[in-house]
Protein backbone atom coordinates (compact mmCIF):
# COMPACT_ATOMS: atom_id res chain seq x y z
CA UNK A 1 0.00 0.00 0.00
CA UNK A 2 1.27 3.55 -0.85
CA UNK A 3 2.09 5.90 1.32
CA UNK A 4 -0.69 9.07 1.06
CA UNK A 5 0.45 12.48 -0.81
CA UNK A 6 2.01 15.02 1.27
CA UNK A 7 -0.27 18.24 1.50
CA UNK A 8 -0.14 21.47 3.12
CA UNK A 9 -2.57 22.50 5.90
CA UNK A 10 -3.14 25.85 7.52
CA UNK A 11 -4.28 25.40 11.23
CA UNK A 12 -5.92 29.15 12.30
CA UNK A 13 -6.49 29.70 16.10
CA UNK A 14 -7.70 32.98 17.21
CA UNK A 15 -7.87 34.94 20.10
CA UNK A 16 -6.55 34.02 23.33
CA UNK A 17 -6.09 30.45 22.34
CA UNK A 18 -2.23 31.14 23.39
CA UNK A 19 -3.59 31.17 26.81
CA UNK A 20 -4.36 27.54 27.15
CA UNK A 21 -2.75 25.80 29.75
CA UNK A 22 -1.91 28.64 31.15
CA UNK A 23 -5.56 29.61 33.25
CA UNK A 24 -8.85 28.06 34.21
CA UNK A 25 -8.09 24.44 33.05
CA UNK A 26 -11.94 23.42 33.63
CA UNK A 27 -13.05 24.82 30.06
CA UNK A 28 -9.83 24.30 28.00
CA UNK A 29 -7.37 21.71 30.02
CA UNK A 30 -4.02 21.91 30.70
CA UNK A 31 -2.02 21.58 27.65
CA UNK A 32 -0.26 24.67 26.68
CA UNK A 33 -1.14 25.92 23.46
CA UNK A 34 2.78 24.52 23.02
CA UNK A 35 1.79 21.40 23.73
CA UNK A 36 -1.09 21.36 21.05
CA UNK A 37 0.94 22.30 18.27
CA UNK A 38 3.71 19.63 19.48
CA UNK A 39 0.35 17.06 19.12
CA UNK A 40 -0.75 18.49 16.21
CA UNK A 41 3.18 18.26 14.65
CA UNK A 42 3.24 14.82 15.42
CA UNK A 43 -0.28 14.23 14.19
CA UNK A 44 0.20 15.62 10.73
CA UNK A 45 3.44 14.08 10.11
CA UNK A 46 1.93 10.59 10.74
CA UNK A 47 -0.63 11.48 8.30
CA UNK A 48 2.12 12.74 5.96
CA UNK A 49 0.66 16.48 5.97
CA UNK A 50 2.40 19.29 6.38
CA UNK A 51 0.82 21.35 8.38
CA UNK A 52 1.22 25.29 9.03
CA UNK A 53 0.27 26.18 12.91
CA UNK A 54 0.04 29.86 14.09
CA UNK A 55 -2.70 32.56 16.54
CA UNK A 56 -3.00 35.49 16.30
CA UNK A 57 -4.87 37.82 18.84
CA UNK A 58 -5.82 39.69 15.79
CA UNK A 59 -8.76 39.57 12.79
CA UNK A 60 -7.02 40.96 10.50
CA UNK A 61 -3.87 38.55 10.74
CA UNK A 62 -6.17 35.63 10.61
CA UNK A 63 -7.85 37.02 7.60
CA UNK A 64 -4.46 37.63 5.76
CA UNK A 65 -3.40 33.96 6.35
CA UNK A 66 -6.85 32.59 5.14
CA UNK A 67 -6.28 34.60 1.91
CA UNK A 68 -2.66 33.16 1.61
CA UNK A 69 -4.17 29.97 2.39
CA UNK A 70 -6.15 30.35 -0.99
CA UNK A 71 -2.91 30.17 -2.56
CA UNK A 72 -0.74 27.81 -0.38
CA UNK A 73 -2.95 25.33 1.12
CA UNK A 74 -4.86 22.26 0.60
CA UNK A 75 -7.01 22.58 3.95
CA UNK A 76 -7.59 24.42 6.48
CA UNK A 77 -8.51 23.82 10.07
CA UNK A 78 -9.57 27.08 12.20
CA UNK A 79 -10.47 27.82 15.93
CA UNK A 80 -11.58 31.44 15.65
CA UNK A 81 -11.88 31.22 19.18
CA UNK A 82 -13.88 34.52 20.41
CA UNK A 83 -13.92 35.69 16.62
CA UNK A 84 -16.31 32.61 15.98
CA UNK A 85 -19.40 34.27 17.06
CA UNK A 86 -18.38 37.81 15.58
CA UNK A 87 -16.36 37.92 12.40
CA UNK A 88 -18.32 38.08 9.08
CA UNK A 89 -15.29 39.35 7.74
CA UNK A 90 -13.71 36.26 8.97
CA UNK A 91 -16.49 34.05 7.45
CA UNK A 92 -16.10 35.87 4.24
CA UNK A 93 -12.53 35.20 3.76
CA UNK A 94 -13.21 31.02 4.69
CA UNK A 95 -16.28 31.38 1.81
CA UNK A 96 -13.10 32.26 -0.67
CA UNK A 97 -10.76 28.73 0.33
CA UNK A 98 -11.94 26.26 -2.38
CA UNK A 99 -10.80 23.37 -0.06
CA UNK A 100 -12.12 21.35 3.09
CA UNK A 101 -12.48 23.31 6.45
CA UNK A 102 -12.62 22.09 9.96
CA UNK A 103 -13.83 23.82 12.38
CA UNK A 104 -12.53 23.09 15.60
CA UNK A 105 -13.30 23.97 19.28
CA UNK A 106 -11.84 22.78 22.54
CA UNK A 107 -15.42 22.97 24.46
CA UNK A 108 -18.59 22.03 22.89
CA UNK A 109 -19.86 25.17 22.29
CA UNK A 110 -23.60 24.23 22.76
CA UNK A 111 -22.72 23.62 26.62
CA UNK A 112 -21.58 27.30 27.26
CA UNK A 113 -22.85 30.77 27.13
CA UNK A 114 -26.17 30.79 24.58
CA UNK A 115 -24.02 33.68 22.74
CA UNK A 116 -21.25 30.85 21.65
CA UNK A 117 -24.04 28.56 19.83
CA UNK A 118 -23.94 30.46 16.70
CA UNK A 119 -20.61 30.18 14.92
CA UNK A 120 -19.79 32.62 11.89
CA UNK A 121 -17.51 30.05 10.84
CA UNK A 122 -19.86 27.24 10.13
CA UNK A 123 -21.30 28.45 7.05
CA UNK A 124 -17.96 27.91 5.38
CA UNK A 125 -16.98 24.83 7.27
CA UNK A 126 -16.52 21.24 5.66
CA UNK A 127 -17.14 19.77 9.44
CA UNK A 128 -17.35 20.93 12.85
CA UNK A 129 -14.78 19.19 15.92
CA UNK A 130 -16.22 20.59 19.32
CA UNK A 131 -16.04 19.48 22.83
CA UNK A 132 -13.26 16.67 22.94
CA UNK A 133 -10.49 19.38 24.57
CA UNK A 134 -6.96 18.69 23.19
CA UNK A 135 -7.54 15.67 21.38
CA UNK A 136 -10.55 17.64 19.19
CA UNK A 137 -7.31 19.05 17.44
CA UNK A 138 -5.29 15.79 16.46
CA UNK A 139 -9.07 14.64 15.44
CA UNK A 140 -9.47 18.00 13.20
CA UNK A 141 -6.36 16.94 11.53
CA UNK A 142 -7.34 12.93 10.69
CA UNK A 143 -10.67 14.25 9.73
CA UNK A 144 -8.92 16.74 7.21
CA UNK A 145 -6.43 14.26 6.03
CA UNK A 146 -9.63 11.67 4.85
CA UNK A 147 -11.00 14.52 3.57
CA UNK A 148 -8.16 15.70 1.06
CA UNK A 149 -8.01 11.61 0.39
CA UNK A 150 -11.75 11.83 -0.98
CA UNK A 151 -12.21 12.19 -4.76
CA UNK A 152 -13.54 15.75 -5.88
Not at 123 to 136: C, E, F, R, S
Not at 137 to 150: F, T
Request: hydrophobic share 40%; proline share 4%; net charge neutral.
Amino acid sequence: MSKPARRAVYFLNGPNANLYGLTDTGTYGADTFETLESRCAIEAKRLSLTLDFRQSNSEGALIDWVQEAIRKADGLIVNGAGLTYTSIALLDALLAFPGPIVEVHMSNIYRREPFRHHSYISKAATGIVAGLGADGYEIAIAAMRRLLDRKP
